[in-house]
T-cell receptor, first 113, second 114 residues
Framework: DQQVKQNSPSLSVQEGRISILNCDYT??????FLWYKKYPAEGPTFLIS?????DKNEDGRFTVFLNKSAKHLSLHIVPSQPGDSAVYFC????????????FGKGTSLLVTP | KAGVTQTPRYLIKTRGQQVTLSCSPI?????VSWYQQTPGQGLQFLFE???????NKGNFPGRFSGRQFSNSRSEMNVSTLELGDSALYLC?????????????FGPGTRLTVT
């Protein structure tokens, strides 16, 4: 069963605008959440993370928001750039699974000039 | 420093055969995890090794196995290959498996089973 869900397979945004990628999870034991970015023919690269004790974490143009009551997190990219075009994976971990990453199926972001 | 390397990058095997994939982690990283990526299931955790010991295992059949050597290099083996084993196999390394501990991924091995 998919414990981490990314319900939007794709998203298209104009350069300079905000990109919002969403992620939902079902396991209340998840205590750490991460976003990875993946370009074709490369492995995923770490982008940003957030602990369950926080509701926001910011790193440059990237901000992750966590809403534990809704079991929902989102990644905001402001402003979006063409180089941000990639597949974005949401992942979650719990000590119960030895902190193995549970991934969503990804959202393909296209930033158009 | 050098990233995670995986060999081979591409592999074609026949149903029923076995295959061994190799992963060299970033120097100093002692934790190596393996993931399978398929279009239908996405990225799924296979297992994790730390200091030559399997610490964690995902929900895969026993045909999938792995090991880690004293230099932290890791191999995974799939026996009696099935068509459904066609996937991208990704290896990731980290200093240790702790919350928020970034995992650094290799480029993957694309396995095709015919």
């Amino acid at each position: 069963d998919q414990q981490v869900k990314q319900n939007s397979p794709s998203l298209s945004v104009q350069e300079g605008r905000i990109s919002i990628l969403n992620c939902d999870y079902t396991n209340s034991m998840f205590d750490y959440f991460l976003w990875y970015k993946k370009y074709p023919a490369e492995g995923p690269t770490f982008l940003i993370s957030i602990s369950s004790i926080k509701d926001k974490n910011e790193d440059g143009r990237f901000t992750v928001f966590l809403n534990k009551s809704a079991k929902h997190l989102s990644l905001h990219i402001v402003p979006s750039q063409p180089g941000d075009s990639a597949v974005y994976f949401c992942a979650a971990t719990t000590p119960n699974s030895g902190y193995a990453l549970n991934f969503g199926k990804g959202t393909s972001l296209l930033v158009t000039p | 420093k050098a990233g995670v390397t995986q060999t081979p990058r591409y592999l074609i095997k026949t149903r029923g055969q076995q295959v061994t994939l190799s992963c060299s982690p970033i120097s100093g990283h002692r934790s190596v995890s393996w993931y399978q990526q398929t279009p239908g299931q996405g990225l799924q955790f296979l297992f994790e090794y730390f200091s030559e010991t399997q610490r964690n295992k995902g929900n895969f059949p026993g045909r999938f196995s792995g090991r880690q050597f004293s230099n932290s290099r890791s191999e995974m083996n799939v026996s009696t290959l099935e068509l459904g084993d066609s996937a991208l196999y990704l290896c990731a390394s980290s200093l240790t498996q702790v919350p928020g501990g970034e995992q650094y991924f290799g480029p993957g091995t694309r396995l095709t089973v015919t």
